[in-house]
């Protein structure tokens, strides 16, 4: 086996950062001549495997065990070292989330392998693949070569590939089956990570509205929210919307907040550094509405206005409401 595709499970479903991390996968095979194959376990892992074999790949695994009904970081470190000492697979592809940040450290330190995280692109140089991964908030790039005799495992940031970008294909289903030792699951997991309270996930969300300086004064938000909920959106913002105290921590986007990749996002007065554009230059459409001409956001924007935000907004917000009545 030469890739390795680990799915993250959805309740059934494909998280969409293990669908990127497949179409990444399904990049490498292709340039590489390799083969490819996917990992479905976890609860309703059987539906799971099934959604996955409606992609591109030689064949999905699918391991089924009542110790990986619910996510622990002993039992799936466990789970995943086993299958990879079985399977022997020389790439390891998974999106960087939570949980994989939580669990795969282990696996690597088990196995002796190589992390290669938060990876943005991959090259084909001299027959290796080179992975790159931003150093030092996002100002430089470094380029990895793993010497690895065994597996290299790899997660990439949510948006350097997009999901949509996997292959649609028929993959055979293989059950496999691992030996798991119950007591060395020390861990219980409480319910799914939510980015806030009221159960927002901007990584999620399809449609964002961003705000930064450009929105003047804390008073202006309500402006926003009535565009916000025309659109049937999520509200993100900049850092120093947060730093300000105006919306909380789990709205932030950006190197320090999150990475997301919705189909459109709307960036209301932000300037665009680099901090803030590599958390969301993987959307698939951006508007940047900025009275400043030469604001840098304007460089990665699909559609750009260049006016005043205060104005602009309301008049876009009944223009909406107007086209969906």
């Given at each position: 086996?030469?890739i390795l595709?680990?799915l993250?499970?959805?309740s059934?479903?494909?998280?969409?950062?293990?669908?990127?991390a497949?179409?990444?996968?399904?990049?490498?095979?292709?340039?590489?001549?390799?083969?490819?194959?996917?990992?479905?376990?976890?609860?309703?892992?059987?539906?799971l495997a099934?959604n996955?074999?409606?992609?591109n790949?030689e064949?999905?695994?699918?391991?089924?065990?009542?110790?990986?009904d619910n996510?622990?970081?002993d039992g799936?470190?466990?789970?995943i070292t086993?299958?990879l000492?079985?399977?022997?697979p020389?790439?390891?592809?998974?999106?960087?989330?939570?949980?994989?940040?939580d669990?795969l450290?282990r696996?690597s330190?088990?196995l002796?392998?190589p992390f290669?995280?938060?990876?943005?692109?991959f090259?084909?140089?001299?027959?290796?693949?080179?992975?790159?991964k931003q150093v030092?908030?996002?100002?430089?790039?470094a380029?990895i070569?793993?010497?690895?005799?065994g597996a290299t495992?790899v997660?990439?940031?949510?948006?350097?590939y997009?999901?949509?970008?996997?292959?649609?294909?028929?993959?055979?289903?293989r059950s496999?089956s691992?030996e798991?030792?119950?007591?060395?699951v020390?861990?219980?997991?409480?319910?799914?990570?939510?980015?806030?309270a009221?159960?927002?996930?901007?990584?999620?969300?399809?449609?964002?509205?961003?705000?930064?300086?450009?929105?003047?004064?804390?008073?202006?938000?309500?402006?926003?929210?009535a565009?916000?909920?025309?659109?049937?959106?999520?509200?993100?913002?900049s850092?120093?919307?947060v730093d300000s105290g105006?919306l909380?921590?789990?709205?932030q986007?950006?190197s320090?907040?999150?990475?997301?990749?919705?189909?459109?996002y709307?960036?209301?007065g932000?300037?665009?550094a680099?901090?803030?554009?590599?958390?969301?230059?993987?959307?698939?459409?951006?508007?940047?509405?900025n009275?400043?001409?030469?604001a840098?956001?304007?460089?990665?924007?699909?559609?750009?206005?260049?006016?005043?935000?205060?104005e602009i907004?309301?008049?876009?917000?009944?223009?909406v409401?107007?086209a969906?009545?």
């Amino acid at each position: 086996m030469d890739i390795l595709v680990a799915l993250e499970n959805n309740s059934g479903s494909i998280h969409r950062m293990s669908l990127e991390a497949l179409a990444a996968g399904q990049k490498l095979a292709s340039e590489m001549n390799l083969s490819l194959s996917m990992l479905a376990m976890g609860k309703n892992g059987g539906d799971l495997a099934e959604n996955a074999g409606k992609f591109n790949a030689e064949e999905v695994l699918l391991l089924e065990n009542p110790l990986l009904d619910n996510y622990s970081s002993d039992g799936y470190s466990q789970a995943i070292t086993s299958v990879l000492e079985q399977e022997k697979p020389r790439f390891v592809f998974m999106g960087h989330t939570y949980m994989v940040r939580d669990f795969l450290p282990r696996v690597s330190a088990r196995l002796q392998i190589p992390f290669v995280s938060d990876v943005i692109q991959f090259r084909i140089d001299d027959g290796a693949p080179v992975f790159t991964k931003q150093v030092f908030n996002a100002k430089l790039g470094a380029d990895i070569v793993s010497q690895s005799k065994g597996a290299t495992l790899v997660s990439f940031q949510s948006a350097a590939y997009q999901s949509d970008q996997a292959e649609a294909g028929a993959a055979a289903i293989r059950s496999i089956s691992i030996e798991m030792d119950s007591s060395a699951v020390k861990t219980q997991s409480e319910e799914p990570f939510k980015e806030e309270a009221g159960g927002v996930d901007l990584t999620n969300a399809e449609i964002i509205v961003s705000i930064g300086r450009g929105i003047g004064k804390e008073e202006n938000i309500p402006i926003v929210n009535a565009l916000v909920d025309a659109l049937g959106a999520e509200l993100g913002s900049s850092r120093p919307i947060v730093d300000s105290g105006w919306l909380e921590p789990s709205r932030q986007i950006g190197s320090s907040g999150q990475n997301v990749a919705p189909k459109l996002y709307l960036a209301l007065g932000i300037s665009g550094a680099i901090q803030h554009v590599v958390g969301m230059k993987g959307s698939k459409n951006i508007v940047a509405i900025n009275k400043d001409s030469e604001a840098p956001i304007f460089e990665i924007a699909d559609y750009g206005i260049v006016g005043d935000i205060l104005e602009i907004i309301p008049k876009l917000s009944e223009a909406v409401q107007a086209a969906k009545n």
